[in-house]
């Protein structure tokens, strides 16, 4: 069963320009990740953030949680050609055997040069 | 050079026939699993192992079958009791900080 939902579906920019997706997801959780994933490969984790953090950064990518609203966001900031690719949302309940990671659908972003 | 590997890249199976996926990592980590994606859609789990000899079914382990008898290896049969295999199979493994590596995919196709 899918549990997050990533909001839009797709999204186009120009480079240099940021690009922000969101991700709503229904039970409690013990961390939400994001994940990256070229046309026809493996996904790559971008960022993990735990249930008790607020905000975390990594380069270029600033990720943002709302326990209180099941909702989290993926903000690129200036981005490139190359970060054209669809991007994923994960969630791990607590509690849970195996500490499985639920996905969204993704949200496919374009970025044109 | 650490990571995991998927073999092969591209599989064709007959009507009715089983077909083994391969999924080798050299990350030493405890829990592997297997997810299935199809077009458009996120990943579902089929499969997954957190340890030596021991598995569980994920949302979709219908017409799948795995083994783990060796830490690095966590092989996935698609057999023929599985009606709808045509997808991408991405096999993973998960660091003690939640935190899973992913392999490059193989894309199964039923003739």
């Known amino acids: 069963s899918q549990q997050g939902e990533e909001d839009p579906q797709a999204l186009s920019i120009q480079e240099g320009e940021n690009a922000t997706m969101n991700c709503s997801y229904k039970t409690s959780i013990n961390n939400l990740q994001w994940y990256r994933q070229n046309s026809g490969r493996g996904l790559v984790h971008l960022i993990l953030i735990r249930s008790n953090e607020r905000e975390k950064h990594s380069g270029r990518l600033r990720v943002t949680l709302d326990t209180s609203k099941k909702s989290s966001s993926l903000l690129i900031t200036a981005s490139r050609a190359a970060d054209t690719a669809s991007y994923f949302c994960a969630t791990v309940p607590p509690m849970e055997y195996g500490n499985k990671l639920v996905f969204g659908a993704g949200t496919i972003l374009r970025v044109k040069s | 050079d650490g990571g995991i590997t998927q073999s092969p890249k591209y599989l064709f199976r007959k009507e009715g026939q089983n077909v083994t996926l391969s999924c080798e990592q050299n990350?030493?980590?405890?829990?592997m699993y297997w997810y299935r994606q199809d077009p458009g859609q996120g990943l579902r789990l089929i499969y997954y192992?957190?340890?030596?000899?021991?598995?569980q079914k994920g949302d979709i382990a219908e017409g799948y079958s795995v083994s783990r008898e060796k830490k690095e290896s966590f092989p996935l049969t698609v057999t023929s009791a599985q009606k709808n295999p045509t997808a991408f199979y991405l096999c993973a493994s998960r660091n003690r900080q939640d935190t899973q590596y992913f392999g490059p995919g193989t894309r199964l196709t039923v003739l």
């Open positions: 990350l030493n980590h405890d829990a």
């Open positions: 192992s957190q340890i030596v000899n021991d598995f």
